[in-house]
């Protein structure tokens, strides 16, 4: 089994590239300012010039691509000519050429730059075969508007294909909203740190859409359209809310197009087509040492949380009084009942000692607004408290969900593990450890990147019987104690892990070895191209011959004699019931829509039934109905998105991933799997494996095992 990650390999024709276009890179004058935000690039894909691309990443340079052939040195006098360009030194302008590696002397243009640039390329063209998939090349970068979703009256998504210097293909995404939209936000603003926000982002870029094909062009000052606040955009978040497209969705051709799986098989088809005479793509594969499954979760069975409720009440504490917070803590009472009947309920607006308590509060923003005292309390390790905020709490429909009800009660018994110090939600015991874990994450610090700096950090130490102790360290300089060992490992992991394409989260200990955990923007990817062929079949129409009422009905006549004749009087009664709907339609043509929802209504949407009418027709007649969802197609298709998947790649470093349970896996998977690395600090073992089984767990996220082990969790709830 081989996994596929968004790490690319690239193989460049650099005589290729060289023969077919021209490159420039440009010195950014302001001192001290970057290329973000100005006008000058874009102007080059425009006004005469038609640069077939312009990239600004970071630092003092930019780089602009033209189709040859092209006079370079008459570019140069007339980019240097322009109005734009006239202050700029002599050599601000230059040209340059692509090269398979760096070369600081000429000011080549390689590596993720030059493969960066060639994608933003594809802005220039105009793709018959994906006439929805257009770019756009805005300020330096890449970014797909078409087909993401998410369009209101007042804003667009954008889906931004960037290469980081590892050569990680990422697609994150922004909204882009109008200028009109924020402005009437900045009217109403209260929050004075937002309105500081929204007057910076009203000096971002501005765009408008060009064309009918979805494109943004920036627009600049001189442009007739720059006064229009309702025609531009601008890009800027909503108010608490983030952008976000669902990783992957099978439930139809056209919704997994608009996920993100979707735009990385349909942007990376169009580079293998459009680019191939200047760069080969690989996505690289990854063999797992280890596949854990999932283990049956014990947390969601029948009186599971009231067994480790173990006869403490649950207090529900109104800190609001009103009759919103009422009506939940009325919502809460039944729905606690449903999940731990045993356990009891009961009610008042102050905390109880003796019980797990769950407080109603308001959010923050509310008691910001309202200039009120904020009841958020943190844990001290005394009091169990869980807070529910009124605000979220309640669905759509103004009820509570019962995964909701059911997170909050295992939310509450970690703070009681906590304020008891013994794991009991998780049997320590069973991994038979002859030695004290410790594991620790970083407290306060201060500084970016290079110049981050640790000033505590917490740890807790787990013995083998489960009981566990908590600690808090501060960094002493000069000190050189077990805990001042692990807070310099820390700042050394921080340092660094920025120019890793990854961030720090913690570290691992036993016997003096540590291991250090990271997250990567390495994501895992499901087989994309198997995946669209699939449901390209299940949307595509009927076959001759196969697709009015009576020809459909012959099928399943002939379907009705090949089962078994007790099966076939168990089941006359709907399959003659689905006959006669569509003899009822004779020589009408039915589409696939139409039969899926006959077979779901007649035959039913689960059951042996229905499976094996739909297994009938896909076998015996090529039709296929629906995306297959057993086993056999999750380990075929969906392999890098299931269970934890272990990676041993030396003595000193491995790495792993955390993702769903393969077995009934929705057609909607909200987030990509990221990779996790795991490193030995210098002279240690790595000691990862051993603890796996400690993220085969369902109480620390919802319906959903934990991404790193769940230790972590109790570190973070005990600040």
Request: proline share 3%; net charge positive; aromatic share 10%.
């Amino acid at each position: 089994m081989q996994i596929t990650t968004n790490k690319m390999l690239a193989e460049f024709d650099i005589g290729a590239i060289n023969r077919d276009f021209a490159f420039l890179r440009i010195r950014r004058q302001d001192k001290g300012k970057n290329w973000y935000g100005a006008q000058l690039l874009d102007r080059l894909l425009r006004e005469g010039f038609n640069a077939a691309a312009v990239l600004y990443r970071y630092s003092a340079y930019a780089y602009v691509m033209f189709k040859k052939p092209v006079d370079t040195y008459a570019l140069l006098e007339r980019i240097r000519s322009h109005s734009a360009f006239r202050e700029f030194e002599d050599g601000a302008v230059e040209p340059c050429a692509a090269r398979a590696s760096k070369d600081e002397e000429n000011g080549a243009v390689c590596g993720a730059w030059l493969l960066q640039i060639l994608f933003n390329s594809l802005a220039s063209s105009r793709s018959e075969k994906y006439p929805e998939l257009h770019f756009s090349n805005l300020t330096g970068s890449l970014v797909l508007i078409e087909n993401t979703g998410r369009r209101t009256a007042d804003s667009l998504q954008g889906a931004e294909i960037i290469v980081t210097n590892g050569f990680l293909l990422h697609i994150p995404v922004h909204r882009y909203r109008k200028r009109a939209s924020i402005l009437r936000e900045l009217k109403h603003v209260t929050d004075e740190k937002r309105r500081k926000t929204l007057d910076n982002i009203l000096e971002r870029p501005q765009y408008a859409v060009h064309g009918g094909r979805g494109v943004l062009r920036r627009v600049f000052d001189d442009d007739t359209e720059s006064k229009d606040n309702a025609k531009l955009y601008i890009r800027c978040g909503e108010y608490r809310k983030r952008a976000s497209v669902p990783f992957l969705d099978f439930s139809g051709r056209e919704r997994f197009a608009a996920s993100r799986a979707g735009i990385y098989q349909r942007f990376l088809e169009r580079v293998r087509d459009e680019l191939a005479a200047y760069v080969k793509i690989t996505l690289v594969p990854k063999e797992p040492s280890e596949v854990r499954a999932f283990s049956g979760w014990k947390m969601n069975k029948p009186g599971y949380l009231d067994e480790l409720a173990e006869g403490d009440a649950f207090h529900i504490a109104d800190r609001i009084g009103n009759a919103a917070s009422g009506k939940l803590a009325a919502g809460l009472k039944k729905t606690f009942s449903r999940v731990c009947a045993h356990t009891p309920v009961t009610e008042g607006k102050e905390d109880r000692p003796d019980a797990l308590n769950f407080r109603i509060v308001h959010n923050a923003p509310w008691y910001e607004e309202h200039g009120e005292h904020d009841e958020y309390l943190p844990f001290e390790g005394v009091a169990v408290r869980q807070h529910l905020t009124l605000e979220e709490m309640l669905d759509e429909k103004e009820s509570l969900s019962l995964p909701a009800v059911r997170t909050i009660i295992k939310e509450a018994l970690i703070k009681r593990d906590l304020q008891r110090g013994r794991i009991t939600l998780f049997d320590w015991t069973a991994l038979r450890f002859p030695d004290e874990w410790i594991f620790g994450i970083a407290g306060e610090t201060r500084g970016m990147g290079k110049k981050r700096e640790v000033l505590d950090a917490r740890f807790m130490i787990v013995k083998p019987d489960g009981a566990f102790e908590m600690k808090r360290v501060p960094a002493r300089i000069g000190l050189e104690d077990e805990y001042q060992r692990y807070i310099l490992t820390m700042q050394e992991a921080l340092a660094t892990d920025w120019t890793k394409d990854r961030v720090f989260e913690g570290l691992v200990a036993r016997n003096g070895s540590v291991n250090c955990i990271y997250r990567s923007e390495e994501i895992t990817l499901p087989d994309l191209d198997g995946i669209a062929r699939i449901l390209d079949e299940a949307g595509d129409e009927l076959p001759e011959g196969k697709k009015t009422g009576s020809e459909l009905a012959a099928l399943l006549v002939k379907f009705q004699k090949g089962i078994a004749l007790s099966a076939e009087g168990k089941h006359s009664g709907r399959i003659e019931s689905l006959k006669r709907t569509l003899l009822d339609r004779d020589t009408e043509t039915i589409t696939k829509k139409e039969l899926r929802r006959n077979i779901n209504e007649h035959l039913g949407k689960t059951g042996m039934l229905p499976q094996a009418f739909r297994r009938y027709l896909l076998d015996e007649h090529g039709i296929r109905l629906v995306f297959p969802r057993s086993r056999e197609s999750v380990e075929r298709l969906l392999p890098a998105l299931c269970e934890i998947k272990y990676f041993e790649e030396g003595k000193n470093r491995a790495c792993y991933f955390v993702g769903e349970k393969g077995q009934g896996i929705k057609r909607t998977v909200k987030s990509a799997c990221h990779i996790r690395e795991v490193e030995a600090v210098e002279g240690s073992d790595l000691l990862f494996r051993d603890i796996l089984p400690t993220m085969d767990v369902d109480f620390v996220r919802t319906g959903q095992s934990t991404v790193v082990p769940f230790v972590f969790k109790y570190l973070r709830e005990r600040k």
